[in-house]
């Protein structure tokens, strides 16, 4: 191979490894402080119990039980906890937007299937479910994939 054969090959290997690694943002993780890493883990766990009864809920039609678990998961919503000022910028200088968008619109969902227990909709109840879980699956992939490095994209 020439010289000139040889670095247009290397451009060529750089652009596509750049292009690659972009697809699957920089894991969130090993940027937390340990308090900020504390405090999602929990709110996580919490989440995750909480979705577990939703959808016992949801399928035995016990509206009211669907309605105050996704209350539980809208009102755990990490940035209006209690951070200290330090925390909120610890927190911001921590993740890139995407994954605040990702979690606020998480949030949203919550409230919206509250609002679909108080309105004993179930077909919505359905909906919304899976809208949320699709969220945990995005944000998994792109922003903890060295934690979860088995959950792949739902994007095309
Ligand atoms: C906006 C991003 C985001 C969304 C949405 C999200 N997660 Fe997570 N999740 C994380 C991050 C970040 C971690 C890793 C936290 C850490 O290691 O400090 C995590 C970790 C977890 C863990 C492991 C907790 C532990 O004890 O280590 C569980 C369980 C979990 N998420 C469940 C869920 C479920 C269920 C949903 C959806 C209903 C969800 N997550 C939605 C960001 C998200």
Request: proline share 3%; with cysteine.
């Amino acid at each position: 191979m020439t010289k000139t054969n040889c670095s247009l090959m290397s451009i060529l290997i750089l652009s596509l490894t750049v292009s690659f690694t972009a697809t699957a943002a920089e894991p969130v993780t090993p940027k937390l402080t340990d308090k900020l890493d504390r405090l999602l883990r929990e709110e996580m766990r919490s989440i995750q119990s909480a979705m577990g009864q939703i959808h016992s809920a949801i399928v035995m039609g016990h509206h009211d039980d669907v309605a105050d678990n996704a209350q539980r998961i809208h009102d755990s919503f990490i940035l209006q906890q209690s951070l200290t000022e330090q925390d909120r910028k610890d927190l911001m200088s921590a993740v890139p937007k995407g994954f605040i968008k990702l979690d606020k619109e998480f949030h949203q969902l919550a409230a919206s299937l509250a609002e679909a227990g108080k309105g004993k909709d179930t077909k919505e109840q359905h909906k919304l479910f899976s809208k949320m879980t699709g969220n945990c699956i995005q944000c998994h992939s792109e922003y903890v994939s060295d934690r979860f490095p088995g959950v792949q994209s739902l994007k095309e």
